[in-house]
């Protein structure tokens, strides 16, 4: 039964990240039931790597398994958050694949959530990867690595400095390197703020060179959720309480301000390396134009990557925050075949 209660998520998001307990426990009633579907009991701890500062939460089944450990990293605006809850209160994806297996893995970005604070001003995407690279040495194995969003680029930097830390990678609606970061139009340029449009017919973005960007509730509902037929929009007021500034640096990077998008030089760490980037048919930002390239990159440069846009899947309405979306489980279990067999197999939603 669907529940409509637009504070569930933040009840299922309290339950099952603020005790250190091993199992999910109180939650509201379409979080308890999707749950209880769930066959393994869930450890969960957290903790921090240092310089920089890089908060991580850790999802472990109780009865190990032999799978790689999952790396989830989040997108702008976001923290891990995104990974733990769904809009509508149920388990996110770090539920799923830790109930398929999976040791999971949340980091916060360094620099934002809970990771610390780092001036602004010094806050680079060579600060965010850092810390990320030192979190994938503490793991016993090479590990999935996720990426979303804003994150993209982090991953692709990941894959040429700690290659041999990544068995996998799914990229998730991502952001380009600078190599190949799709155009991006500029459209104000001052002493005080850019305005940016990242893809044709998408929201103008307006970044204060000093300033984090805020993500308010109508740059939300057009950019991050859009034409989405799969967001929940009952819960889109709770949705945006939850998110974060963007620091000014890395969003000028994102967009690849004066070209300082992170770039790859050394392809070395992509030799064979199997590679998904996942796209749903509703991403403003997000297209065959965007993103193709990307993939026919990787593959240029030694990578095995594979395109998956949604529709050619039979899965049509999703948006730029699938993981959070109606679908979300049907998306992770398709995601875990890919993994298991290299196949993305989605049943029927």
């Not at 830390?165 to 609606?173: C, Y």
Request: with cysteine; net charge positive; hydrophobic share 40%.
């Amino acid at each position: 039964m669907k529940n409509n209660d637009p504070t569930s998520r933040r009840k299922f998001f309290r339950s099952s990240t603020g005790m250190g307990a091993a199992v999910v426990a109180t939650m509201s009633s379409s979080a308890f039931a999707a749950a209880a579907r769930q066959p393994s009991a869930i450890n969960f701890h957290s903790g921090f790597v240092s310089d920089p500062s890089t908060y991580y939460e850790v999802l472990e089944p109780v009865t190990k398994t032999n799978k790689p450990p999952m790396v989830l990293i989040h997108g702008g605006a976001h923290s891990g958050s995104c990974y733990m809850v769904t809009a509508d209160g149920r388990p996110g994806w770090a539920h799923v694949f830790a109930a398929k297996g999976y040791k999971v893995v949340v980091p916060d970005w360094a620099g934002t959530g809970r990771s610390g604070y780092i001036p602004y001003d010094a806050l680079t995407g060579e600060t965010v990867i850092r810390g990320l690279g030192k979190l994938l040495a503490t793991l016993d194995r090479p590990a999935i690595v996720m990426t979303h969003s804003m994150s993209g680029p982090f991953g692709w930097k990941l894959l040429e400095l700690y290659g041999d830390r990544i068995e996998k990678l799914v990229a998730i609606a991502p952001g380009g390197p600078g190599n190949v970061s799709a155009p991006t139009e500029f459209l104000t340029d001052t002493s005080d703020f850019v305005e940016v449009r990242l893809a044709p017919g998408a929201p103008i973005l307006k970044i204060s060179r000093k300033q984090p960007f805020v993500a308010e509730p109508g740059w939300v509902a057009k950019k991050v959720v859009g034409t989405s037929t799969r967001f929940p929009r009952e819960f889109l007021d709770a949705y945006v309480a939850t998110l974060a500034v963007i620091p000014p640096r890395l969003l000028l990077e994102r967009v690849n301000y004066a070209n300082s998008a992170p770039r790859v030089a050394d392809f070395s760490g992509y030799k064979g390396k199997h590679i998904a980037l996942i796209m749903g048919t509703n991403d403003a930002d997000h297209t065959v134009a965007t993103d193709k390239p990307i993939v026919d990159w990787l593959n240029e440069n030694g990578a095995r990557a594979e395109f998956i846009p949604l529709g050619e899947k039979g899965i049509q309405g999703n948006g730029h925050m699938m993981m959070m979306e109606s679908n979300s489980d049907q998306l992770a279990n398709a995601i875990v075949a890919w993994l298991q067999t290299g196949k993305f197999v989605a049943a029927t939603s």
